[in-house]
């Protein structure tokens, strides 16, 4: 499968969304349940995993800049286009606000957290005049798996079919940057040409984060540092300052399309535009560009073998981050030995920083990552190096990867929980 494997992971891990993934992961699951039983709801049940809570807690739904679980289910059930997957709340606007608050005070919404699972999980259970409905979502934020009405199943996936089901993940664990390095040689120009619509249309979420005080408005005032001499302008901070006002832009609900990666909106505008500001400030042809890309994505995904797509640590940083880096490399025209460097570089500094959920702080967080993604790779590129068992790193990757795993699970087990009883105030997480 190895030939293979790069045009799989780019056709699976490389999609395109409206809002933040998590909360409309939720809106995606009631709206689908919704579907098979139309009419006046009287209740609605979300159970999901700790880190869809957790990320979806605090963070902008698309279209009305405003936050809340509750009006993520409300407008997937009144305006949500299912069929759409993760796009399903694009056409979502701020006049559609008042029904959706009219909504929430005549129907009541549960939301509960699923104990003992693994990995993405997101059931929502709808009740209306009609009936009785159920849409379960598993390992990915579309992942639908299985829709039942009235208890009776009308959908559904066995698990080898399903997102979880197809070994990738672990195909791209097996693999050695060599031969990350060796399949990204010799895949087809036109195959990978698609991914510079990634930094394109990152990058205009950035402009939409440039022109008004959105969420943090960290982009759009690192512009302005720049702008009067006080910070400098040069490369560094150039990534930083389009990253974080794209996450500005995404994180306060502006309805802009998103590049993702491996789950995460947030992943791919951190990677895509790291890795394309650089490319553009050194000249790079589009063929070196997506190529570094490409490079850059399986090393994401050799990440996310490690530690699962959703992470107690911020995943912007592990995983994007070093995806970034290693890619700088090669947009530098470095060797793979410079790679791994980078790599061990990035994650011996920021690995420690926490995924407290999604929210207008992302964009500092995203900010700090692809700065020091594009440090690590220049330093790597100077011969910089970590020395084994400096903490986490390894003598090599793999032995960094398996630490990596030991760190995420079972070393930092306990932080989503700790995030969420924080975020709710010490509510019973079980029904919250």
């Known amino acids: 499968m190895k030939k293979d494997l790069l045009a799989a992971v780019l056709g699976k891990h490389v999609f395109v969304t409206v809002g933040c993934t998590d909360p409309v992961a939720i809106a995606l699951a009631a709206s689908r349940a919704y579907r098979e039983v139309p009419g006046r ?19 902008g739904i698309p279209g009305v800049l405003e936050s809340g679980m509750d009006l993520a289910v409300a407008l997937g059930i009144l305006y949500g286009e299912p069929e759409k997957g993760l796009r399903l709340l694009e056409g979502v606007e701020p006049s559609h606000l008042g029904p959706a608050r009219e909504f929430l005070k005549e129907c009541p919404i549960l939301f509960k957290v699923a104990e003992d699972v693994k990995g993405i999980y997101v059931l929502a259970e709808v009740e209306t005049d009609a009936g009785s409905a159920r849409a379960l979502l598993r390992h990915a934020h579309d992942g639908l ?11 559904s996936l066995p698990e ?24 990204v040689r010799e895949a087809s120009l036109e ?14 979420a950035a402009r939409a984060g440039e022109s008004a005080p959105l969420g943090l408005g960290l982009g759009r005032r690192l512009a302005e540092l720049r702008d009067s001499g006080l910070l400098c302008d040069d490369i560094e ?19 802009v399309p998103i590049y993702g990666i491996f789950g995460s909106g947030n992943h791919g505008i951190t990677f895509f535009l790291t890795v394309g500001t650089v490319a553009e400030h050194l000249g790079s042809t589009d063929e070196e560009l997506v190529r570094a890309l490409a490079l850059g994505l399986l090393v994401v995904g050799l990440i996310k073998s490690n530690t699962g797509i959703l992470t107690p640590h911020c ?5 994007a981050g070093a995806g970034a880096a290693a890619a700088i490399v090669r947009l530098y025209g470095g060797t793979v030995g410079e790679m791994e460097a980078a790599v061990h570089l990035l994650l011996a500094d920021i690995t420690g920083m926490l995924c407290d959920g999604a929210k207008f702080g992302c964009s500092l967080k995203m900010a700090t990552s692809s700065g020091v993604a594009f440090q690590s790779a220049l330093l790597a590129m100077k011969g910089a190096a970590v020395p084994e ?44």
């Open 315 to 319: 995943g912007c940083s592990v995983a």
């Open 41 to 59: 709801v009287r209740s609605v049940t979300v159970t999901m995993d700790r880190n869809i809570y957790k990320d979806a807690f605090s963070v």
């Open 160 to 183: 080898e079919a399903g997102p979880g089901g197809d070994g990738l993940l672990e195909e791209i664990g097996s693999l050695t940057l060599e031969d990350m390095a060796g399949l």
């Open 237 to 255: 901070n150039d990534v930083r300052q389009k990253v974080a006002a794209a996450a500005d832009a995404r994180m306060s609900g502006l309805n």
């Open 191 to 204: 195959e990978l040409l698609f991914l510079k619509e990634g930094v394109r249309m990152n990058r205009e």
């Open 389 to 432: 068992k400096n903490g986490l790193v390894g003598k090599t990757l793999a032995e960094t990867m398996r630490n990596l795993r030991i760190i995420t699970d079972p070393g930092m087990a306990g932080v989503d929980r700790a995030v969420l009883e924080i975020l709710t105030g010490g509510e019973d997480q079980g029904d919250c």
């Open 145 to 155: 798996v299985e829709v039942t009405r009235n208890g009776e199943r009308v959908f």
